[in-house]
């Protein structure tokens, strides 16, 4: 199979960036999306030019690691994959194929197809922990927990904060993410120490990190490749403003598109 792909090439965040051609040739149709960029990238190095950066880790759709838009599609045009689970049998053979970072202000570029994605970090540090005493592990049923909230606990973490919710959101809102990481801890009884504290601070450093409103747009479901539910985003937005109350306040400010 041969492809034509346009690749945005951008050296830092500092600098101007723009698409580059280049020609894939004689990928097999069995070969992953980034197993055809390595070929790319080692033909590149044989003429002596840069290879395309770009992330990835697992290549299992596990780690969170790749991401890229294609053709305009975070990740790409298959649904609930990541693009490391992608294979070039998802296009036609002379297909053109546009490749850009993910677009978000609180994501700025590393190296063309690489940002830096630590806001995301970020929020997790905010409040994305409980707090456990030391010594050996409970029994595994020792705290007994209601089959519905572990589902949806478990719906929750499957989120591998890779970014693509942002990517797709026209104001580049994290409500996804924050959501489902408040959602899967707050679910569970190991996190209702932290509940309320939890839900104020990630949003408020979701705010502090540069993310944008959430307007209900649902392209961030759409986006993920993991279908982690808009519905969180409402549990969210319960938690937040319970928290509010809890401490004798009423929500303040632009507080990251809740409501």
């Known amino acids: ?134 010594g050996a592990a409970p029994d595994a049923n020792s705290l007994p927990v209601r089959k519905e909230d572990a589902d949806l606990a478990m719906d929750a973490a499957a989120c591998i904060g890779c970014g693509a919710c942002v990517a797709a959101c026209p104001n580049a809102a994290a409500m996804l993410f924050t959501a489902a990481k408040v959602s899967h801890l707050g679910l569970l009884p190991q996190g209702q120490p932290e509940r309320n504290e939890r839900a104020l601070k990630m949003v408020a450093q979701m705010d502090k990190e540069g993310f944008g409103a959430c307007t209900n747009h649902f392209e961030c479901m759409e986006a993920c490749p993991k279908g982690i539910s808009v519905d969180f985003i409402a549990r969210l937005n319960r938690e937040y403003v319970k928290a509010s109350l809890d401490r004798g306040r009423r929500p303040e400010g632009n507080d990251g598109g809740v409501g």
């Not at 609180?106 to 005493?133: E, K, Q, T």
């Open 1 to 134: 199979m041969n492809l034509t792909l346009h690749v945005w090439r951008q050296k830092d965040k500092s600098s101007p960036g723009q698409f580059v051609t280049y020609q894939a040739k004689n990928i097999s149709v069995d070969s992953s999306f980034l197993e055809m960029l390595d070929v790319v990238n080692e033909e590149l190095s044989a003429k002596g030019e840069e290879p395309i950066a770009f992330d990835h880790d697992c290549r299992e759709g596990i780690c969170g690691a790749c991401g890229m838009v294609i053709n305009g599609r975070p990740h790409g045009p298959k649904v609930r994959t990541t693009t490391c689970q992608l294979h070039v049998r998802s296009f036609k053979d002379g297909d053109e194929i546009w490749l850009e970072p993910w677009r978000a202000s609180a994501f700025p570029v590393l190296r063309d197809l690489m940002v830096d994605r630590g806001a995301l970090d970020r929020i997790i540090a905010a409040g994305g922990y409980i707090s456990a005493p030391i």
